[in-house]
């Protein structure tokens, strides 16, 4: 029996250390690296003719996503929304992963229906390096509140990075009508997420947290409570009897 248990834990161990063993490529990456391609995630490709190379990892991409989060969670604190600490970072981490799994997951079926030459990975990284905009974006206007400065920084900045994805998406796509279905849409989703990330996100919170929470109860004061007037002949016959008793 001990033998069998021993087996057991060491081919439980094995599994384990090889199922992290597989994702490790996709890790392996130099900040060197990384630092070209957040470069290169702002800049739109020209030649569209032969498809492009896409980074095959997913360390900049996921540290791109966690940095939006520090800065939705930023942006929250800013403002005068006062909530449950717990509250806000989960709300931050499920937006924020949501629509790179989720966005990403749809556009590789999609990429799919229009025989695109793409896989989940890769998709994965596009997209995760098109964050790079948006995190920007929202950190300068953040901090600098004019809805015009945003809208420069979303044409320009959001502009760009969703340009370089779709290059690269039409690079990888042949026909006229598929480029037109898959580029379109992702054009659409990522532009629109910064909108939203800008005037709808905080509002979207403060309502679930109302739901969650409650709303907020002013704070309970303590009120003095009415005491009756005694007259006086009843003040002067208790002194009296009291001085008897003596």
Known sequence: ?????GKRQASRAFS?????DILRPYFDVEPVQVRARLLESMIPVKMINFPQKIAGELYGPLMLVFTLVAILLHGMKTSDTIIREGTLMGTAIGTCFGYWLGVSSFMYFL???CNAQITMVQMLSLLGYGLFGHCITLL???NIHFHSLFYIFWLVVGGLSTLRMVAVLVSRTVGHTQRLILCGTLAALHMLFLLYLHF??????EGILDTLEGPNMPPFQRVAR????????????TAKAIALTL
């Open 1 to 5: 029996q001990m033998w069998q248990v």
């Open 16 to 20: 384990l250390y090889a199922n992290i």
């Open 111 to 113: 990429a799919y229906l």
């Open 140 to 142: 300068v206007t953040y």
């Open 200 to 205: 709808a996100y905080h509002k979207v919170v």
């Open 226 to 237: 009415d005491i009756p007037v005694v007259s006086n002949a009843v003040l002067n016959t």
